[in-house]
């Protein structure tokens, strides 16, 4: 299957690097496609989620609402933290 990259952009902490693009296939339809290389090792590991057009509303409601509840847990155990000093 062909495609075209829209947009791309990544960031990179320690070993690991994201990558997130969005690409057009030949049929006109879009997908983000997130890409995590991990440099670690001499045998790099390469995961990739593809997320379909059709399911990046759900995508992005379930991510933000996971992301929400992250840091709604690391303030509370930040605030737990300062309680014991």
Same mark, same amino acid.
């Given at each position: 299957?062909?495609?075209? !990259?829209i *947009?791309?952009?990544? /960031?990179t902490?320690? %070993?690991?690097t /994201?990558s /997130?693009e969005i #690409? ?5 339809e *879009?997908s983000?496609?997130i890409?995590? *290389?991990n440099?670690s090792?001499? @045998?790099? !590991?390469?995961n990739?989620v593809?997320?379909? !057009? !059709?399911s990046? +509303?759900d995508? #992005?409601?379930a ?6 509840n992250?840091k709604e847990?690391i303030? +509370?155990c930040?605030? %737990?933290?300062? @309680? &014991? &000093?």
């Amino acid at each position: 299957m062909n495609k075209k !990259e829209i *947009y791309s952009n990544s /960031f990179t902490k320690s %070993t690991q690097t /994201f990558s /997130f693009e969005i #690409v057009q296939n030949t049929n006109n339809e *879009y997908s983000l496609e997130i890409t995590d *290389y991990n440099n670690s090792s001499p @045998d790099s !590991e390469i995961n990739k989620v593809i997320i379909l !057009e !059709e399911s990046i +509303k759900d995508f #992005v409601s379930a991510l933000n609402q996971s992301v929400k509840n992250l840091k709604e847990l690391i303030s +509370k155990c930040i605030y %737990t933290m300062d @309680d &014991r &000093r």
